[in-house]
């Protein structure tokens, strides 16, 4: 009895062992299914993000192409000639409003301590060194100082009323030359949206003629002539908008250098009557 229950002992361990070993390798299958399983998922998920920047890619530049081939075909279809002009409008106020811009921006100078300078030149009696330190500085504010020092400097323009009406005169004239072009800015201004509404005129007779044509007001008639008068006007608009703001800048500019003028031609009255060589 003791043997026949040993080995009936023995044959349940084995078989108790073979199974726990069969389980653990099954386990062991099942969790490398798993890393295989997701080590595939993450390759696919890695494969369809790479498909999608790949994909990204030319669309942006589909959509870039997009856009101008848009705008290159709705120039086309506002008509070669009116079209034409308004993009003419916009290219020479664009020169104009680019040339006063610069012009004015070095016109623009530091004028309380252009001021001081020619102050402290002019009360150590240096009326010479003051006028060629005007001649070597740019700029409205340093040719007006130049038109009263060389009064103060000459023996028989050099009284107070002289230079007071020198400095205004001088004055006018650099104010005429901060406002010299602008009247093509605004000339151009006007001529665009004029040009755009020159079309939408033109667009509404093209699209009465294909109605006569047809003898029918069905939409798709009308729809060419009207297609141009919209596209004409909305251009032209555009333009004027653009000019109009480069135009404020630079009345801004002026207005800013007129009044430093001003400041200055107050700053020379005081200096030249302060000084010995005037006559009071």
């Given at each position: ?8 002992a ?10 726990s ?21 993450t390759?696919?998920?890695?494969a369809t ?5 790949t ?7 589909e ?12 120039y086309?279809?506002?008509g070669?000639?009116?079209?034409s002009l ?9 020169a ?13 100078i ?10 402290a ?10 006028i060629?330190?005007?001649k ?7 040719q007006v ?9 000459s023996?028989?323009?050099n ?16 104010g ?18 004029s040009?755009?509404?020159l ?17 029918d ?13 919209l596209?004409?006007?909305i251009?032209?608009?555009i333009?004027a ?11 801004a ?15 020379l009255?005081t ?10």
């Amino acid at each position: 009895m003791k043997k026949l229950f040993a080995i009936v002992a023995l044959v349940a361990a084995c078989t108790f062992g073979a199974t726990s070993s069969l389980r653990a390798q099954e386990d062991v299958a099942e969790a490398t299914e798993q890393v295989d399983t997701a080590a595939v998922d993450t390759a696919a998920v890695e494969a369809t993000d790479a498909e999608a920047e790949t994909e990204a890619a030319p669309v942006v530049e589909e959509e870039s192409e997009g856009i101008f081939k848009t705008l290159k075909t709705k120039y086309i279809e506002g008509g070669a000639g009116f079209m034409s002009l308004v993009a003419i409008a916009l290219v020479l106020g664009l020169a104009f409003c680019i040339e006063r811009v610069i012009y004015l921006s070095l016109a623009q100078i530091n004028t309380r301590k252009f001021t001081k300078d020619l102050a402290a030149k002019v009360a150590a009696g240096d009326v010479a060194g003051a006028i060629d330190f005007c001649k070597g500085t740019r700029g409205p504010v340093a040719q007006v100082s130049r038109k009263a020092m060389e009064c103060l400097a000459s023996t028989d323009r050099n009284d107070i009323g002289t230079i007071e009406s020198t400095i205004n005169m001088e004055a006018e004239v650099q104010g005429s030359y901060l406002e010299q072009n602008c009247s093509w800015i605004t000339l151009f201004i006007a001529m665009a949206p004029s040009l755009g509404f020159l079309g939408t005129v033109i667009g509404m007779v093209m699209a009465f003629d294909d109605i006569q044509r047809a003898g029918d007001i069905s939409p798709t008639v009308v729809a060419g002539g009207m297609k141009v008068a919209l596209i004409t006007t909305i251009f032209g608009i555009i333009v004027a908008l653009i000019l109009q703001v480069f135009y404020n800048y630079i009345l801004a500019k002026v207005e800013s250098l007129t009044s430093n003028m001003e400041e200055a031609a107050q700053e020379l009255l005081t200096m030249c009557v302060q000084s010995d060589k005037c006559k009071k």
